[in-house]
């Protein structure tokens, strides 16, 4: 097993997704803790520009947002599967759901005034500020639900998955946990970081005693490693064989940027060295990272070629 490095931050819900994915599959890692807002120069060493938490490291290869990463840990580690074949297709769809319009649901709402100061409770106004301005400017064009809009789709949301765990199945989609479950779980978990909003929880009691399996799996055994560490690790590492199967307009080598559809639109620069229905992986090269592959899924990231001048 190579070693696998998360770099991450304790309130990141995707982390707490691939954490509890680690603790699922029994794995020891190295945790690099990330700064929860920019400037992370020490992010932006390995990943090229990619600013969103969490981000995985093995060696030289840098693996962008928790849909690939989980892949590539489950690719590595398949016991037990995070993709079990009795719900192979339904499991990704359920999880892109709950990673997106279960997500954007549950976070802001966590965050309403009386969430806020539980979850942010450490934080200083200063900090308060900076963060809301940061986000702010990640996510220019969102409108933030009210929050009576937001608890409406809560409860939708939040009945639609007491009603998957009616016939008393363990897991959202059966007897076997999935994808689905983490990417479900990581919004459970925020909300319950903030207990005033918690409380809504106590009307889906079967949703609850989910959660609390989830929690069960743990976070698997890490050690604390530094950013720099890190980075020295990336610049000593060997690189993952990489795979090419050519589209059009996308050629071997060509210099190209891979960029988030959704938000946080910053875009990374580098040269094609691998693509796939399911990847896209960019060469670049750091002064102090050296040479590194830059991972990304296809879905919701887009690959362009420099304009000409
Ligand atoms: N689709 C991405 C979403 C990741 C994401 O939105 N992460 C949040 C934290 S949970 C983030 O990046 N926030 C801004 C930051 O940490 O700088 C994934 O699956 O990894």
Redesign the pocket.
């Known amino acids: 097993m190579p070693d696998l490095i998360l770099h991450h ?1 304790a ?7 691939v954490r509890l994915i680690l603790g699922f599959k029994g794995l020891a890692w190295r945790s690099v803790v ?5 400037p ?1 120069p020490d992010v932006l060493a390995l990943t090229g520009g990619y ?5 995985m490291q093995i060696g030289a290869d840098i693996y ?4 690939l ?1 989980c892949r590539v840990i489950d690719a590595l580690q398949p016991e037990p599967p995070l993709y079990p074949m009795a719900t192979a297709g339904i499991a990704d769809i359920v999880a892109q759901w709950a ?2 319009a279960l ?1 954007w649901t549950a ?1 802001p709402f966590t965050l309403q005034p009386a969430g806020a100061t539980h979850v942010l409770k450490d934080a200083t106004p200063e900090m308060l500020k900076a963060f809301g301005a ?2 702010a400017a ?1 996510n220019p064009n969102m409108r933030r639900a009210t929050v009576a809009d937001g608890a409406a789709a809560l409860s939708n949301y939040l009945g639609r998955l007491e009603h998957l765990l009616a016939d008393g199945r363990p897991f959202l989609l059966g007897a076997l946990a999935s994808i689905a479950d983490f990417s479900a779980a ?1 919004s459970v978990w925020f909300i319950h970081l903030a207990p005033p909003i918690a409380a809504l929880l106590q009307a889906y009691p079967k949703v609850e005693a989910w959660y609390q399996r989830m929690r069960g799996f743990g976070h698997g055994t890490f050690t604390k490693t530094s950013s720099a560490e890190a980075i020295a690790v990336a610049a000593q590492g060997a690189h993952a064989p990489l795979s090419f199967t050519a589209e059009t307009g996308l050629e071997q080598g060509a210099d190209v940027t891979v960029t ?1 559809s ?3 639109h910053d875009a990374v620069a580098g040269k094609l060295v691998g693509l796939s229905a399911q990847e896209v992986v960019i060469e670049r090269r750091d002064e102090r990272a050296g040479t590194v592959h830059v991972h990304f899924p296809r879905i ?1 990231f887009q690959i362009k070629k420099p304009q000409p001048q």
């Open positions: 931050y309130g990141s819900p995707f982390s707490e997704k990330v700064p929860n807002i920019m992370k600013r969103r938490t969490p981000f962008c947002d928790t849909a990463m990673d997106t997500f976070v940061d986000r990640m990581q988030p959704d938000y946080a919701a």
